[in-house]
């Protein structure tokens, strides 16, 4: 969720604080602030807000320092304000912090009795003020470690203090944090997306790991205190992927570059010339008897449409599970069990905290994740990529169709490996996957009659989505997509529940759009429609030719490529998509930094 950007320079650093700042607002952050050393004394200006009031701060103020550290917060413990932004500060020592420390309450109190005084409510302010009391007796480093000894929670950090003019420190557990490594200059960032500005070699800080950088120099520390070496990995970081281009926002952006992202995943995939479809990194299914997916939101809702797939296609048992629930149940795991975690960041805590349990249980774990260098890719037996490059806006969108993509194409994999379907049939959906990306784009094409209906949706106060199959979970993510970005209440459902509960909400003000493309379900999904029409209700159908020929009468419908059912959901995630983004748009609302929200949620 928040970003950090540190920064040991050779020339005046706060303008380069800043762009990183502004690379990482897809994160989420409801304050700003940077922090740089002055003639030995560490200087901080912070706001509450977006990045534009810290920087109308710094036009009164500037930081005319060579070495600082930057932050965008999403609050956690304390209100959105100027004393609990970040960089927090104490006696010596001003740091910045992602994460959650569990215990803080307990060390507050300790620190109190030592006549310690606090002037912000959040966590990290603890952190500080642990830190400074060690610095009493220990060097910058021994003091950090002896203070990353008494947290317990998650963090990633960065560290200024007064006097060490030419030194930041660093350190990781449970958040991600990364080295870069320039020309007589050294970098700390939140990811690689951080330092991407200033240099595209990265190494990346392992589980529990700290560090001391200065300008030439990484000195990396494990949890035990052992002085390490991180591998030094050149990145591919091109400033364009994360441009808006011609778009008005990253969004919309991002649902136009899914023909790309879902071609060049499922590239990974597939080897058109032989239609063969390959699970990555040797896995095999011969060696399951079962598949647990966990994973969160929207990734959820790519696991639920899999779940079908490998049902269907590789008759392989599928359970699929939200993360924040899943260890906590005490879930009945078989040792043939594939845990499978879908995540676009790698760093989602609920769903790491659940592959690591899977992992404690003796199961092969994989994930399904969209930066290959993630602690979620490090941990798992098996990575299996997507490729969507980075995704800036908070609601995901080439994110999601890639991993329905590479979900998709190993639902096919596992089918051949577990002999369930024949050389010739397996050829058969490796070309109807090479059929996506053009379907995809196809699919992008029906923006104009969706924004046609923008105005009257955004008048709505409730908003229903049907579907059937797997069409049910898009459903879900329709509604999850509306809600985030418009503000207006939206519920999913499978539409044969229709009439057992939420028919009571239809009437004459309660728009209800049903996915519903032509397949061996359409005609009960006919049935569902006519149950709304006859209460009143605004039916939007999104369907193909075929589907428009049999819509009821009264609804509106958008018309949309023709497919197979199984690329149905990849076809039409792209419509619902676009249909909140001008919601959002006609509402007025900040479409890709929404209220409250978070790109990458890295606490519980």
Same mark, same amino acid.
Request: glycine letters at 8%; hydrophobic letters at 45%.
């Given at each position: 969720?928040?970003?950090?950007?540190?920064?040991?320079?050779?020339?005046?650093?706060?303008?380069?604080?800043?762009?990183?700042?502004?690379?990482?607002?897809? &994160?989420?952050?409801?304050?700003?602030?940077?922090?740089?050393?002055?003639?030995?004394?560490?200087?901080?200006?912070?706001?509450?807000?977006?990045?534009?009031?810290?920087?109308?701060?710094?036009?009164?103020?500037?930081?005319?320092?060579?070495?600082?550290?930057?932050?965008?917060?999403?609050?956690?413990?304390?209100?959105?304000?100027?004393?609990?932004?970040?960089?927090?500060?104490?006696?010596?020592?001003?740091? #910045?912090? $992602?994460?959650?420390?569990?215990?803080?309450? =307990?060390?507050?109190?300790?620190?109190?009795?030592?006549?310690?005084?606090?002037?912000?409510?959040?966590?990290?302010?603890?952190?500080?003020?642990?830190?400074?009391? +060690?610095?009493?007796?220990?060097?910058?480093?021994?003091?950090?470690?002896?203070?990353?000894?008494?947290?317990?929670?998650?963090?990633?950090?960065?560290?200024?203090?007064?006097?060490?003019?030419?030194? !930041?420190?660093?350190? &990781?557990?449970?958040?991600?944090?990364?080295?870069?490594?320039?020309?007589?200059?050294?970098?700390?960032?939140?990811?690689?997306?951080?330092?991407?500005?200033?240099? $595209?070699?990265?190494?990346?800080?392992?589980?529990?790991?700290?560090?001391? !950088?200065?300008?030439?120099?990484?000195?990396?520390?494990? +949890?035990?205190?052992?002085?390490? $070496?991180?591998?030094?990995?050149?990145?591919?970081?091109?400033?364009?992927? #994360?441009?808006?281009?011609?778009?008005?926002? @990253?969004?919309?952006?991002?649902?136009?570059?899914?023909?790309?992202?879902?071609?060049?995943?499922?590239?990974?995939?597939?080897?058109?010339?032989?239609?063969?479809?390959?699970?990555?990194?040797?896995?095999? @299914?011969?060696?399951?008897?079962?598949?647990? !997916?966990? *994973?969160?939101?929207?990734?959820?809702?790519?696991?639920?449409?899999?779940?079908?797939?490998? +049902?269907?296609?590789?008759?392989?048992?599928?359970?699929?599970?939200?993360?924040?629930?899943?260890?906590?149940?005490?879930?009945?795991?078989?040792?043939?069990?594939?845990?499978?975690?879908?995540?676009?960041?790698?760093?989602?805590?609920?769903?790491?905290?659940?592959?690591?349990?899977?992992?404690?249980?003796?199961?092969?774990?994989?994930?399904? #994740?969209?930066?290959?260098?993630?602690?979620?890719?490090?941990?798992?037996?098996?990575?299996?990529?997507?490729?969507?490059?980075?995704?800036?806006?908070?609601?995901?969108?080439?994110? @999601?169709?890639?991993?329905?993509?590479?979900?998709?194409?190993?639902?096919?994999?596992?089918?051949?490996?577990?002999?369930?379907?024949?050389?010739?049939?397996?050829?058969?959906?490796?070309?109807?996957?090479? =059929?996506?990306? &053009?379907?995809?784009?196809?699919?992008?094409? /029906?923006?104009?009659?969706?924004?046609?209906?923008?105005?009257?949706?955004?008048?709505?106060?409730?908003?229903?989505?049907?579907?059937?199959?797997?069409?049910?979970?898009?459903?879900?993510?329709? *509604?999850?997509?509306?809600?985030?970005?418009?503000?207006?209440?939206? =519920?999913?459902?499978?539409?044969?529940?229709?009439?057992?509960?939420?028919?009571?909400?239809?009437?004459?003000?309660?728009?209800?759009?049903?996915?519903?493309?032509?397949?061996?379900?359409?005609?009960?999904?006919?049935?569902? /429609?006519?149950?709304?029409?006859?209460?009143?209700?605004?039916?939007?159908?999104?369907?193909? *030719?075929?589907?428009?020929?049999?819509?009821?009468?009264?609804?509106?419908?958008?018309?949309?490529?023709?497919?197979?059912?199984?690329?149905?959901?990849?076809?039409?995630?792209?419509?619902?998509?676009?249909?909140?983004?001008?919601?959002?748009?006609?509402?007025?609302?900040?479409?890709?930094?929404? &209220?409250?929200?978070?790109?990458?949620?890295?606490?519980?």
């Amino acid at each position: 969720m928040c970003g950090i950007i540190g920064i040991v320079g050779t020339k005046p650093v706060q303008d380069r604080l800043i762009d990183s700042l502004k690379r990482l607002e897809y &994160r989420g952050y409801d304050s700003a602030g940077v922090a740089g050393v002055v003639d030995g004394q560490v200087e901080r200006r912070r706001a509450q807000g977006k990045i534009r009031a810290l920087e109308e701060v710094l036009a009164g103020e500037p930081l005319n320092a060579s070495v600082g550290i930057g932050h965008t917060r999403w609050a956690t413990h304390g209100a959105p304000s100027v004393r609990n932004a970040h960089p927090q500060h104490a006696g010596r020592v001003t740091l #910045v912090h $992602n994460g959650i420390i569990e215990n803080y309450a =307990e060390l507050k109190e300790a620190l109190k009795a030592k006549g310690r005084v606090f002037e912000s409510d959040t966590d990290t302010e603890v952190i500080a003020q642990l830190l400074d009391e +060690e610095l009493k007796t220990k060097p910058p480093i021994e003091a950090l470690k002896a203070t990353l000894d008494q947290l317990t929670g998650a963090y990633a950090l960065a560290v200024l203090i007064d006097g060490e003019e030419q030194l !930041i420190m660093g350190a &990781r557990r449970g958040s991600p944090l990364v080295v870069g490594f320039g020309d007589g200059e050294m970098f700390l960032g939140s990811d690689a997306l951080a330092v991407g500005p200033f240099t $595209n070699r990265i190494a990346y800080l392992d589980e529990g790991d700290y560090v001391a !950088i200065d300008h030439n120099t990484a000195r990396i520390f494990d +949890e035990t205190g052992q002085a390490v $070496n991180r591998p030094v990995r050149t990145v591919a970081a091109s400033a364009a992927l #994360v441009e808006k281009g011609n778009y008005r926002h @990253f969004m919309e952006k991002e649902i136009h570059d899914q023909p790309d992202a879902c071609q060049h995943t499922l590239s990974a995939y597939i080897d058109p010339t032989t239609g063969h479809v390959h699970a990555p990194n040797g896995l095999d @299914f011969t060696k399951f008897d079962r598949v647990q !997916i966990v *994973a969160c939101g929207t990734a959820s809702y790519a696991g639920a449409i899999a779940r079908y797939f490998f +049902e269907r296609l590789a008759g392989l048992p599928c359970d699929v599970e939200v993360a924040s629930e899943f260890r906590y149940r005490q879930p009945a795991v078989t040792p043939n069990t594939l845990a499978v975690a879908v995540s676009q960041s790698g760093e989602t805590a609920d769903t790491l905290a659940a592959l690591r349990w899977c992992k404690s249980q003796g199961l092969t774990t994989a994930a399904v #994740v969209n930066v290959h260098e993630s602690t979620m890719a490090r941990e798992a037996d098996v990575v299996l990529p997507t490729h969507a490059g980075p995704e800036i806006g908070v609601a995901s969108t080439k994110a @999601f169709t890639s991993q329905v993509a590479a979900l998709t194409a190993l639902a096919v994999a596992a089918a051949a490996a577990r002999m369930r379907i024949d050389k010739a049939e397996e050829a058969h959906y490796t070309r109807l996957l090479l =059929e996506a990306p &053009r379907l995809i784009a196809e699919a992008t094409q /029906m923006e104009d009659e969706i924004r046609a209906l923008a105005p009257e949706l955004a008048r709505a106060r409730d908003v229903l989505y049907l579907g059937r199959g797997a069409m049910f979970p898009l459903a879900l993510e329709g *509604a999850l997509k509306l809600k985030e970005i418009s503000y207006i209440h939206a =519920e999913g459902y499978a539409a044969g529940e229709l009439k057992h509960g939420p028919i009571a909400l239809i009437d004459e003000s309660t728009p209800v759009i049903v996915i519903a493309p032509s397949d061996s379900l359409f005609e009960k999904t006919i049935s569902n /429609m006519s149950e709304v029409a006859a209460r009143g209700g605004k039916v939007i159908l999104i369907t193909d *030719a075929e589907g428009a020929r049999n819509a009821p009468k009264d609804a509106k419908v958008i018309v949309g490529p023709s497919c197979d059912p199984i690329l149905a959901p990849l076809v039409y995630a792209p419509p619902i998509q676009l249909m909140a983004y001008y919601v959002a748009v006609q509402k007025g609302a900040d479409v890709d930094q929404p &209220r409250n929200l978070a790109k990458s949620v890295t606490v519980e």
